[in-house]
């Protein structure tokens, strides 16, 4: 059975920091596409940054120069250090790997930014 856990998620006031985690298992993570998605109240899920299993990174225009996701494969994890933070960055973020036509989730972490 495969599963995704974040982890990292809180309430933080604007301009701050925080890292996000997420251990699948189930998988052969290092063979897997990483990536982070999060959905905001009343809107859709967005991409956020995902990283290739040989390390290509690429990320939404929001968060350019913010936030930097990065891998471990001897860890079997997945991190998005998120900086400078707004208001706007509120969401559930989720984890998501992929390889090929197989797809999972994670059941996503909060993320509150206060102004």
């Known amino acids: 059975q495969v599963q995704l856990v974040e982890s990292g998620g809180g309430l933080v006031q604007t301009g701050g920091s925080l890292r996000l985690s997420c251990v699948p298992s189930g998988i052969i993570f290092s063979i897997h596409d990483m990536g982070w998605y999060r959905q905001a109240p009343g809107k859709q899920r967005e991409l956020v940054a995902t990283?290739?299993?040989?390390?290509?990174?690429n990320y939404a225009d929001s968060v350019k120069g913010r936030f930097t996701i990065s891998r471990d494969n001897a860890k079997n994890t997945v991190y998005l250090q998120m900086k400078s933070l707004k208001p706007e960055d509120t969401a559930v973020y989720y984890c998501n790997a992929v390889r090929g036509s197989q797809m999972y989730w994670g059941r996503g972490t909060q993320v509150t930014v206060s102004s």
């Open positions: 990283i290739t299993s040989g390390s290509s990174t």
